[in-house]
């Protein structure tokens, strides 16, 4: 074999398997950055999952490319005030609306090798959870979005499902 064929046949050795695209056992990168629209919060209780926010319930949650997120879900009959006020609810009306709602912001950071989603909560409407740090796993099925969050209704963790909107 000539010197040429040798150079070539070594080039191609080295190089070939360099151009060969082949599955990583290396996480994948993920972007959640966008916006994203509630399709379902539930929990599993006695073998029955449960809609804590109702069966329609809506919501938003706004990953930003800067690392701040913001989230909203809202069970979609919440009463109306009859005082037309917010500040002059009844016990039950407002008793309503805390149950029926879910807030939050502040930054975040995902962790793809883990398939976590780590929240440093500013602040939420459910206090216990201001300047909380918490992480979720999540797994993403096409623009579907599902993490598990820890209990914050009273029944423990509740599984949350998005879907990216376009």
Same mark, same amino acid.
């Given at each position: 074999?000539?010197? !040429?064929?040798?150079? @070539? !046949?070594?080039? /191609?050795?080295?190089?070939?398997?360099m151009c060969i695209s082949v599955p990583s056992s290396r996480a994948q990168s993920v972007n959640l950055a966008g916006?994203?629209?509630? $399709?379902? @919060?539930?929990?599993?209780?006695?073998?029955?999952? *449960? *809609?804590? @926010?109702?069966? %329609?319930? *809506?919501?938003?949650?706004?990953?930003? +490319?800067?690392?701040?997120?913001?989230? $909203?879900?809202?069970?979609? +009959?919440?009463?109306?005030? !009859?005082?037309?006020?917010?500040?002059?609810?009844?016990?039950? *009306? +407002?008793?309503?609306?805390?149950?029926? +709602?879910?807030? %939050?912001?502040? /930054?975040? /950071?995902?962790?793809?090798? !883990? %398939?976590?989603?780590?929240? %440093?909560?500013?602040?939420?409407?459910f206090p216990n959870w201001d300047a909380d740090v918490q992480s979720r796993p999540f797994t993403i099925d096409g623009?579907?979005? /599902?993490? $598990?969050?820890?209990?914050?209704?009273?029944?423990?963790?509740?599984? $949350?499902?998005?879907?990216?909107?376009?």
């Amino acid at each position: 074999m000539n010197a !040429a064929l040798k150079a @070539l !046949a070594l080039v /191609t050795m080295v190089v070939l398997p360099m151009c060969i695209s082949v599955p990583s056992s290396r996480a994948q990168s993920v972007n959640l950055a966008g916006s994203w629209s509630l $399709v379902s @919060l539930t929990v599993t209780r006695s073998g029955t999952e *449960e *809609e804590l @926010l109702g069966p %329609h319930p *809506e919501g938003l949650l706004m990953f930003g +490319n800067d690392g701040r997120y913001a989230l $909203v879900g809202v069970r979609t +009959n919440l009463p109306k005030f !009859a005082s037309g006020s917010r500040l002059q609810g009844t016990a039950d *009306e +407002n008793a309503r609306i805390v149950q029926g +709602n879910v807030a %939050h912001f502040g /930054t975040y /950071t995902v962790d793809t090798a !883990a %398939h976590v989603i780590v929240f %440093h909560i500013q602040r939420s409407t459910f206090p216990n959870w201001d300047a909380d740090v918490q992480s979720r796993p999540f797994t993403i099925d096409g623009d579907r979005l /599902t993490y $598990v969050t820890p209990g914050s209704f009273g029944y423990g963790a509740a599984k $949350v499902v998005w879907q990216r909107m376009k």
